[in-house]
């Protein structure tokens, strides 16, 4: 969960002091984001220890990344109008999402995997899916001694089987926030990022079911 902080009996002079220490951000600095939770464990912090369920097996590559600005996944304005950027830690948003989905289907049992590429058809994988980020953002507003985050996301994701060469599609979009917290810290950014990502796999997952070696609406 996003950690939030109440600070009381702070003076005006130790306010103001915080406010100038923490508040100010000169334009252009930079931030890196990681949009995968840390192994082992889901966005909330707990350790996920799942087997593997009998199924297909699934390959997850690289989204393209559809955004004007594919480094940027967001931003941090302070009340005076400085500006601090979150960045991608990897460099590549498509690539990181790739993994944060394949991450998410291993912990609800499927067995998938990430690739960096579309494994060849002599013993690959059974379905391959892919998608496309249209909206990847979160941004921190800080107003008197409080910091507002807001998350957005919509990927299309598709999966295709190797059985039949058939294909489905889907797009999902979802917000979240997190209001009033005083201490912010960039791993507060990752983690709302990271759940409102999570809901565009979760949709994708309640929504279709295995046919055989082969993934279909529900």
Same mark, same amino acid.
């Given at each position: 969960?996003?950690?939030q902080h109440?600070? %009381?009996?702070?003076?005006?002079p130790?306010?103001? $002091?915080?406010l100038?220490?923490?508040?100010?951000?000169?334009?252009?600095?930079?931030? *890196?984001?990681?949009?995968?939770?840390?192994?082992?464990?889901d966005?909330?912090?707990?350790?996920?220890?799942?087997?593997?369920?009998?199924?297909?097996?699934?390959?997850?590559?690289?989204?393209?990344?559809?955004?004007?600005?594919? /480094?940027k996944? $967001?931003?941090?304005?302070?009340?005076?109008g400085?500006?601090t950027?979150?960045?991608?830690?990897?460099?590549s /948003?498509?690539?990181? !999402?790739?993994?944060?989905?394949?991450?998410?289907?291993?912990?609800?049992?499927?067995?998938?995997?990430?690739?960096? /590429?579309?494994?060849?058809?002599?013993? $690959? *994988?059974?379905?391959?899916?892919?998608?496309?980020?249209?909206e990847?953002?979160?941004?921190?507003?800080?107003?008197?001694l409080?910091?507002?985050?807001?998350a %957005? !996301?919509?990927?299309?994701?598709?999966?295709?089987?190797?059985?039949?060469?058939?294909?489905?599609?889907? !797009?999902?979009?979802?917000?979240g926030?997190?209001?009033?917290?005083?201490?912010?810290? *960039?791993?507060? $950014?990752?983690?709302?990022l990271?759940?409102?990502?999570?809901?565009?796999?979760?949709?994708?997952?309640?929504? !279709?079911r295995?046919?055989?070696?082969?993934? %279909?609406? %529900?």
């Amino acid at each position: 969960m996003i950690r939030q902080h109440v600070v %009381r009996g702070l003076s005006a002079p130790v306010a103001v $002091g915080l406010l100038l220490l923490f508040g100010c951000s000169g334009k252009g600095d930079i931030i *890196p984001m990681n949009l995968t939770p840390k192994a082992g464990k889901d966005v909330g912090g707990s350790v996920q220890v799942v087997k593997a369920m009998p199924g297909p097996r699934v390959a997850v590559i690289p989204f393209e990344d559809a955004r004007a600005d594919r /480094a940027k996944v $967001g931003s941090r304005t302070s009340m005076w109008g400085g500006e601090t950027d979150f960045n991608v830690s990897s460099g590549s /948003a498509g690539e990181e !999402t790739a993994q944060a989905f394949a991450d998410y289907l291993k912990r609800k049992g499927w067995q998938a995997q990430y690739a960096k /590429a579309i494994p060849a058809a002599e013993n $690959g *994988p059974d379905i391959v899916l892919s998608g496309k980020i249209l909206e990847l953002a979160v941004d921190a507003k800080r107003g008197f001694l409080l910091t507002d985050i807001e998350a %957005r !996301t919509k990927l299309v994701i598709q999966a295709k089987n190797r059985e039949d060469e058939s294909s489905i599609v889907r !797009t999902d979009a979802h917000s979240g926030n997190h209001d009033n917290v005083f201490w912010f810290d *960039p791993q507060d $950014g990752e983690d709302i990022l990271s759940e409102v990502l999570e809901k565009n796999f979760e949709r994708f997952v309640v929504n !279709t079911r295995f046919e055989d070696r082969s993934i %279909r609406f %529900r």
